[in-house]
C-alpha cells in the first residue's frame, strides 16, 4: 500500500516484506527500479518536478531515514517503519548470492566500486561480480553500453541523488538488469570507507546524528531536514 508524505508515494513495508517485494522484482524478467528518500529528496523533490516524478514512478519506494517516518507521523500518515537503503541492499545481495546472480556497482570515486566488489563477494561468493564504473563519466551513452555488455541482473546506482534517479529512469530500461538500486553513498559503506552508526544509535533513530559528528561539513545538509517535519504537521493542520 502506497502513503503519500509530502508529495512521494512511499511504500508502506516492513524491512522484511521490502525484502520479499525486492526479491520478487529480481525474479522478473524485466527492469525495475528502486528508490531510497530521506527527507532531503522530499525537499528536493518539491522544486523539481523531473525528479518528483521520478520517484512516484519507481517500481518501490522506500523510507530511507527516521526523517521520512517522522513525519509520516506527524502528518497523520504513518508508516510501519524505515527501510534504509544500505540494508535493503545488502538483503538484495543475499537474494542474488542464492541464486548466483550478476552484480554491476556503478558510482562514488574511481577505485571505491571495486573494493566494495571485493567485500561484497568475500560475504556473497556465489555473486558474479560482472562490471564496475566510478560515478564521475561524462558520457552516459557509453557508461550504458559498458553496463549493457556486462549483463547484470542487480545494479547499485551511487551516483548521488537526484542523478542516480534521473539515470535509472532514463536509461534503466536499457542496462538488462532486472532490478536497480538507487542507493547515494552505500559503496562507501561497502568498500570500508565510511562507517556506519553502531547498532545502538541506529535503533535510537539517531544515525544521522552519529553522521553528523563523524562529517560535521554535512551540516548545511542536514540544517534543512527539520523543515520537513515543521510541512508535514502543516499538511496536518490544513488536513484537520
Ligand atoms: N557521486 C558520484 N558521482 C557524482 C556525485 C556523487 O558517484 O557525480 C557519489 C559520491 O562519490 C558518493 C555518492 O555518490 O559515493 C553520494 O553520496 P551522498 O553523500 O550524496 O549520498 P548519501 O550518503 O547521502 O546517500
Known sequence: MKKEILGICFDDLSRQEAVQAGAALLSEDKFHYVVTPNPEFILAAEKDGEF??????????????????????????????????????????????????????????PGVAEEAGRRILERCPNITLCGT????????????????????????????????????????????????????????????????????????????????????RRAGRMAKLPLVLVKAAGRRIKRS
Not at 544500505?86 to 556497482?105: K, P, V, W
Not at 533513530?205 to 563523524?214: I, N, P, Q, V
Open 133 to 216: 564504473q566510478d560515478g564521475y563519466f561524462k558520457d552516459d551513452e557509453a557508461v550504458l553500453l559498458k553496463v549493457a555488455a556486462a549483463r547484470p541482473d542487480l545494479l547499485f546506482v551511487c551516483l548521488g541523488a537526484p542523478k542516480q534517479e534521473k539515470w535509472m529512469a532514463r536509461w534503466g530500461k536499457h542496462t538488462g538488469a532486472r532490478l536497480a538500486i538507487g542507493l547515494g553513498g552505500a559503496l562507501d559503506v561497502f568498500a570500508g570507507r565510511v562507517e556506519r552508526a553502531p547498532e545502538s544509535w541506529q535503533k535510537l533513530g539517531l544515525e544521522w546524528a552519529y553522521r553528523l559528528a563523524k562529517e560535521p
Open 52 to 109: 518528483r516524478r521520478v520517484l512516484n514512478e519507481a517500481d518501490l519506494v522506500l523510507a530511507d531515514g527516521v526523517g521520512v517516518v517522522y513525519s509520516a507521523k506527524i502528518q497523520g500518515t504513518p508508516l510501519k517503519g524505515r527501510v534504509p537503503g544500505i540494508e535493503f541492499a545488502a538483503d538484495m545481495l543475499s537474494c542474488l548470492n542464492e541464486t548466483g546472480g550478476r552484480l554491476y556497482l556503478l558510482g562514488a570515486k
